[in-house]
């Protein structure tokens, strides 16, 4: 088979041989993610052999050794959303004035991200790490979780221990001694005499913009308590009325709860006459419903009146065909934050290995009785 030409300098350079060369494209065919994850999984050679080729090949600086291991500055979270971070490849460390330093994965969008960073007036100053420290660091800075294949991967690199420090509370009770998952859906314990609701929203309507967050994700596990059900009906009044940067803060809210219920009031608000409320709704009900129908409120209500009897879940399991690999994107990684099983999936395989994984997401949602 033809190999690509970062494949073919490595193969050159004498790092692989030709047979892993041809392995790991093989591999990463048929399971996604890097080259270079594909190598260190068939261990064809060593992450910093690798890497530093790698950052020569592609005229990228290799992270600092010291910064690799270093817990990420959860302010970073609001120069970039963690699926655009996923999209590009390219997470935020730092940033000076209008120079914002990042950390790109080997084969990460340069294109898109250079594009991105004009857009918004910046320079970026790019350092390259492997992928599956890539994935770790977005876990740790966005808590998404990640797929057990990139934590297995981790674990042997650095160690279970070292592992569970790198990648923070997203994953810590993911990975044991031996660099597999454990069960993602065992109940988290809780501290005796501490309501954790309302921990969760007095942070959600009081915390900094990083803890806002978390706390609506941490949430969404919990929206058929009755407090959150009132939680957001408030955000739905508020979202359609008064001041605007109020109602769009609202309509943020209501996305990060995840609460399929939400959708008929996000819905109206595509009907204020303001501008910013208008593209905040819209905002929400894509990364809501993982699906894109413009900015007519009949088109989602209509939608909701055929769709609104499915579970999100299912919602989500929908997407992950869609035509828009930005929704399928969204949608995988939702799959596995929720689940903590991986299938093969990953959004930009070729559409037939795409819908093999699905049906195989399908399987599991049927053994599980439709029931998460």
């Not at 420090?165 to 454990?182: L, Q």
């Not at 009081?206 to 009906?233: C, E, Y």
Request: with cysteine; charged share 25%; proline share 4%.
């Amino acid at each position: 088979m033809p190999l690509s030409e970062t494949a073919q300098a490595l193969v050159h350079r004498g790092v692989i041989t030709r047979d892993a060369a041809i392995a790991a494209e093989q591999r990463k065919k048929l399971y996604g993610g890097g080259f270079d994850t594909a190598l260190l999984e068939l261990r064809a050679t060593d992450e910093e052999t690798l890497t530093s080729h790698l950052a020569e090949i592609i005229g990228i600086p290799l992270a600092l050794t010291s910064t690799v291991t270093s817990a990420p500055d959860r302010a970073a979270s609001t120069w970039m959303d963690g699926a655009t971070a996923q999209k590009l490849g390219a997470a935020p460390r730092t940033k000076q004035g209008d120079v914002l330093d990042v950390w790109v994965r080997p084969e990460h969008d340069h294109d898109a991200l250079v594009a991105w960073a004009e857009r918004r007036a910046l320079l970026i100053e790019p350092a390259m790490v492997c992928e599956v420290r890539f994935r770790a660091y977005v876990s740790a800075l966005y808590d998404i979780p990640m797929q057990p294949r990139f934590l297995s991967l981790l674990a042997k690199l650095v160690g279970s221990a070292n592992a569970r420090a790198v990648v923070g509370s997203a994953n810590a009770r993911a990975v044991v001694g031996d660099g597999t998952r454990s069960d993602m859906q065992s109940p988290t314990p809780e501290v005796t005499g501490v309501d954790p609701v309302e921990t969760l929203l007095a942070a959600a309507r009081l915390g900094d913009v990083a803890s806002r967050k978390t706390a609506l994700r941490r949430l969404s596990r919990r929206i058929h308590d009755v407090r959150v059900v009132a939680f957001r009906h408030a955000l739905e009044k508020k979202s359609t009325q008064g001041d605007p940067t109020a109602a769009a803060g609202a309509l943020n809210a209501l996305a990060e709860l995840r609460d399929k219920n939400a959708v008929p009031a996000i819905a109206q608000a595509l009907d204020v006459a303001n501008p910013t409320v208008v593209a905040a709704a819209h905002a929400a009900l894509v990364a809501l419903t993982c699906e894109d129908l413009g900015r007519k409120s009949k088109r989602w209500l209509d939608w909701w009146t055929k769709m609104g009897g499915l579970s999100r879940v299912e919602w989500l399991l929908e997407a992950l065909a869609h035509r828009n690999p930005d929704l399928r994107l969204i949608a995988s990684t939702e799959l596995h934050e929720v689940s903590g099983v991986y299938f093969g999936y990953h959004y930009d395989l070729p559409e037939r290995d795409r819908e093999e994984a699905r049906q195989r997401w399908l399987a599991w949602w049927q053994s599980k009785n439709q029931e998460l």
